[in-house]
């Protein structure tokens, strides 16, 4: 049984976690590879065997997505100037152009074409035999039913609803071996699960939802990846870039670079709302700051901003396993609602240390020969780096007056997501290591819930090559050699 979950206006839709940083969650087939920046790896070879898996048949399923969705790059300007000044800084060996997740520099995968068109995992089901599958697209599932009539829980189907409103049911064959599985994500599937009836009692019982089974690890160690950006000015047009050269260090952080998404002079004055694009992501106030005043001033704001503000790129550091960790919960009982989610940025002092080495590496891109070179600017010091980082971090995240002078601080003011949140159904506490959902039949969860950590310096392609992993051990399971694959 497989249903598309889209959202009624969007392929996206923004949710703002409890720590003032808005992210983004697909609702559309193709899921987070129709939304995000296309950069393709896997994972290393050290989080395949904590995971479990089976390493001959990960090495079939990342070829299997690869030969159908992923292309090579062809690196300009800005990617190159970054190739170089990672090595410069120490960021060695130059590993090429590589899907694997090895220390140094390396350029990665992308699912765009050299046509600089983006191919999603809904491509995948060309693959797929036409008369062993069913898609229903514009299909929202508002939940999972069950049968709790026997000893154990068991999934029976699901209700959906249609683009018109309409609710329909969708049930199990009657084999005992079919199941639910959910791909919903890692803010999906904690909520479905939830909404369902699985999860805390007593969140459950507190919007009268009916307790299928008492989970309390549903929704908790939700983790995302900070990442802050260093601001490169040019003064040369600059191409437009996604993430291609990435550098895998032993500081904990990796390091990546975008360029050529600034705005026209006119489209600075334009009003966005709350939420800005120029850093090419998206970060707002506290919900408690959101106040109409606060727009006014953001909106304002905006419109002394400088044009140079918005010429060149930025430098990219993430922190590559972050120990702090939050929560998901359910704010009401509508699906199409977001939950309440926090990921608690920086509250563990080891990803805050990493963060201000991160940064620091950054600032000394910045700075190297080839990025001036490149972008035809004078040398600047570190603090007018950041400076120029901070104004151009166009959100409403109270800054401090020490934001460049204290890059701790400038990294909890600055920071930003790069959409690779994770966790919320854990191995162990919430599924098995089959990913069956724990005291329940016939029912699987197969995504990022159930990473405790965000595989290779981007999860796209860990998730598409899982779902072909799993897809593979269940048809064996069920039907042998039969199986054919």
Known sequence: MTLADTSPQSASQYFISTDGVLNARARVLGGGSSINAGFYTRASSQFIERMGWDAKLVNESFPWVERQIVHQPKQEGWQKALRDSLLDVGVSPFNGFTYDHIYGTKIGGTIFDRFGRRHTAAELLASANPQKITVLIRATVQKIVFDTSGKRPKAVGVIFKDENGNQHQAFLAGNPKSEVILSCGAIGTPQMLKLSGVGPKAELEKLNISVVLDNAHIGKGMADNPMNAVFVPSNRPVEQSLIETVGITKLGVYIEASSGF???????HCHHGIMSAEIGQLSTIPPKQRTPEAIQDYIRNKRTLPHEAFKGGFILEKIASPISTGELSLINTNVD???SVSFNYFSHPLDLKRCVDGVRMAAKIVQSKHFLNYTQCDQKSVEAILNASVRANVNLVPKHTNDTKSLEQFCKD?????????????????????YKVLGIDRLRVVDGSTYDESPGTNPQGTVLMMGRYMGVKILRQRLGKAAGV
């Open 262 to 268: 600034g705005e026209s002079r006119d489209s600075i």
């Open 337 to 339: 609602d977001n939950p």
């Open 414 to 434: 600055t920071v930003i997501t790069i959409w690779h949140y994770h966790g919320g159904c854990h191995v162990g506490k919430v599924v098995s290591t089959e």
